[in-house]
């Protein structure tokens, strides 16, 4: 009795196991799609600025997407390598309640803590911090 009961429970937690793997699998491929959705290459891309750092590596972009009769979306903020094939921005996303203000000149990214209209989940962002490559300083 102890025995089938052991494998019955054997079964069970290979099953859950299982149904643990496909969701997480699911959700890196919502991940994925969120971040494919910011591309230079959208039809609805409206850049609002850009700047290559001082050491030519790295550029950001300052941007937001127009949805049509609902106007346009929130700005959003994203570094990347400054190279022409780069037209993915999703790797270098500026996390919400964070904005670029500039480069220093030693070719590090400059941000600011804001709040934002909307509402945001809080994140955590140090000086010192890479993001896509590039060195982040927090501007009190």
Known sequence: MKKWLLIMIGIILIGIVGISIKINSDLNEVVETFNSEHSIEEADF????????????HKYYEYQFDNGGFGYSRVFWSVVEN???QSELGKGLIPDGFRIKSWSSKSELILEKWKPYYEIKEAE???GTKINGVKIVLKE
């Open 46 to 57: 409206v850049l609002i600025s850009e700047s290559i750092s001082p050491n030519k590596k």
């Open 83 to 85: 190279n022409k094939s």
């Open 125 to 127: 962002l140090k000086s």
